[in-house]
């Protein structure tokens, strides 16, 4: 599967923006996809999952924030930010995987398949 994140931008803290990251390739169904992100001269870090029957999971720090969603007839998983802050600035990486299992949902290991990312700025 290859993967295509896009959405990203620039904009002010408080606003919201909505990731996409589509899917090519068949049984999308199939795969776990998740949302990590990388701010510079940072590690990347896990951001929220959606498995195969819909269950989502987040950081703890942005599950309050931070809306993930997938439509299988798109094969498109959505990721909604709300009252961003300055500190989400980052590039957002979308990932799947269909062997990954939930112990495993929040490691970049977990994952044979990455998007190329795109920019989030959040300026204050």
């Known amino acids: 599967v290859q993967l295509q994140a896009s959405g990203g931008g620039l904009v002010q803290a408080g606003e919201s923006l909505t990731l996409s990251c589509v899917a090519s390739?068949?049984?999308?169904?199939?795969?776990?996809v998740s949302w990590f992100r990388q701010a510079p001269g940072e590690e990347r870090e896990f951001v929220s999952s959606?498995?195969?029957?819909?269950?989502?999971g987040y950081a703890d720090s942005l599950k309050d924030r931070f809306t993930i969603s997938r439509d299988n007839a798109k094969n498109t998983v959505y990721l909604q930010m709300n009252r961003l802050k300055s500190e989400d600035t980052a590039v957002y990486y979308c990932?799947?995987?269909?062997?990954?299992?939930?112990?495993?949902?929040?490691?970049?290991?977990?994952?044979?398949?990455w998007g190329q990312g795109t920019q989030v700025t959040v300026s204050s």
């Open positions: 390739g068949r049984a999308f169904n199939r795969y776990v």
């Open positions: 990932a799947a995987s269909q062997t990954a299992i939930v112990s495993s949902y929040r490691s970049r290991s977990a994952y044979g398949y």
């Open positions: 959606i498995s195969r029957s819909f269950s989502t």
